[in-house]
């Protein structure tokens, strides 16, 4: 495969990976509602998307993943929503925080890029092991997610 042709074809599965995030963010599917928080399984297109496309462009994928959220969060608020939008104030305040960018953003974009570096590591342990059974992948979505939960953590303790 050429340049030119490895060039529209990252093109055009980075379109479908965000396709497939806002087909999650604004449907019922991606976001699910409980009474304090939102569920949500839009972060499994970022890391197959950034260990398929790269870094670079699993940190576009986590960007749209922290827009959808900072949208949901803004217009469909939860008990938790003034952790992710500025425009929801934080309780006992007439106003919200700016910080809730950086917790909304920061973190999803790190899915993106730790997902790939993850993955590239096991693919070199893999190597290294020489084991054909050895299947990382539960581990590797672990590791992925491992931002946001540091970053949600250090926020609310």
């Known amino acids: 495969m050429n340049r030119q042709t490895a060039k529209y ?3 055009v599965l980075l379109a479908l990976f965000a396709a497939i995030i806002l087909l999650l963010a604004f449907t019922p599917i991606g976001y699910i509602q409980l009474p304090i928080i939102k569920a949500t ?5 970022v890391i197959l998307g950034a ?3 790269g870094p670079k462009k699993g940190a576009i994928l986590g960007v749209l993943f922290g827009l959808t959220s900072f949208i949901s969060n803004t217009f469909m608020p939860t008990a938790l929503s003034f952790a992710f939008s500025p425009a929801i104030p934080l309780p006992g305040t007439p ?3 700016i910080w809730s960018l950086f917790i909304c953003f920061i973190p999803r ?3 993106g890029v730790v997902a790939y570096y993850v993955f590239a590591l096991f693919q070199k342990l893999m190597k290294k092991a020489q ?3 050895f299947c990382p992948w539960p581990l590797e979505l672990w590791l992925a997610l491992l931002p946001t939960r540091f970053w949600l ?3 609310f303790s």
């Open 51 to 53: 260990i398929v496309l």
């Open 153 to 155: 953590w250090a926020v």
């Open 109 to 111: 974009i790190l899915v």
């Open 9 to 11: 074809r990252d093109f």
């Open 95 to 97: 106003n919200g925080s």
């Open 131 to 133: 084991r054909e059974n």
């Open 41 to 45: 399984i839009v972060h499994v297109p």
